[in-house]
T-cell receptor, first 112, second 112 residues
Framework: GNSVTQMEGPVTLSEEAFLTINCTYT??????LFWYVQYPGEGLQLLLK?????DKGSNKGFEATYRKETTSFHLEKGSVQVSDSAVYFC???????????FGTGTSLTVIP | NAGVMQNPRHLVRRRGQEARLRCSPM?????VYWYRQLPEEGLKFMVY????????ESGMPKERFSAEFPKEGPSILRIQQVVRGDSAAYFC??????????FGNGTRLTVT
């Protein structure tokens, strides 16, 4: 079946630190992969996506590379800011059926 | 293009009452998804609908919960005879086929 496993939180970092949030997936076929971000009191917003192996999604300084050999899509940012404090969700959409599968979310707090 | 609109933002119901949550998808989106989020927990898939059809309701409790997406008008998630355990944030998302999900800002249901 299809599933997403992401790093347990919460994660606390100092401003300008390097961020990695791990995400691995199980899927049949060739899914598309996504990172979503949720700020307090809001819905999820698409942060970045990748639709095939070796694709790199990037947005607002965040990056993630679709690694088929390790079935991973780790989120990285070189220098985090206080405004990056949020919950981050890794997700995949199955090759067929238009269904989406989300990880449990990783809470990030960046302190000045 | 307006985003996914959910209303109300906050809903308070007494035990035993009915809760009705509305979701207007983005223009041109024919796929609607409902998710539930409990405090400090991830997103739990509930139901996936296309116009007038339920495609996947595997995440929906068998009793008291129902969803519809009529030909005209918003998608409705209905919870009958609410109990305290139904208190949560309910998120709706929409998409065209084979595209990322766009989320609304959620309805926060409190059962007293």
């Amino acid at each position: 079946g299809n599933s997403v496993t992401q790093m347990e939180g919460p994660v606390t970092l100092s401003e300008e630190a390097f961020l990695t949030i791990n995400c691995t997936y199980t899927a049949t076929g060739y899914p598309s992969l996504f990172w979503y971000v949720q700020y307090p009191g809001e819905g999820l917003q698409l942060l970045l996506k990748a639709t095939k192996a070796d694709d790199k999604g990037s947005n607002k300084g965040f990056e993630a590379t679709y690694r088929k050999e390790t079935t991973s899509f780790h989120l990285e940012k070189g220098s985090v800011q206080v405004s990056d404090s949020a919950v981050y969700f890794c997700a995949l959409s199955a090759t067929t059926g238009n269904q989406f599968y989300f990880g449990t979310g990783t809470s990030l707090t960046v302190i000045p | 293009n307006a985003g996914v609109m959910q209303n109300p933002r906050h809903l308070v119901r007494r035990r035993g009452q009915e809760a009705r949550l509305r979701c207007s998808p983005m223009k041109g989106h024919s796929h609607v998804y409902w998710y539930r989020q409990l405090p400090e927990e991830g997103l739990k898939f509930m139901v996936y609908l296309q116009k007038e059809n339920i495609i996947d309701e595997s995440g929906m409790p068998k009793e008291r919960f129902s969803a519809e997406f009529p030909k005209e008008g918003p998608s409705i998630l209905r919870i009958q005879q609410v109990v305290r355990g139904d208190s949560a944030a309910y998120f709706c998302a929409s998409s065209p086929a084979n595209s990322p999900l766009h989320f609304g800002n959620g309805t926060r249901l409190t059962v007293t």
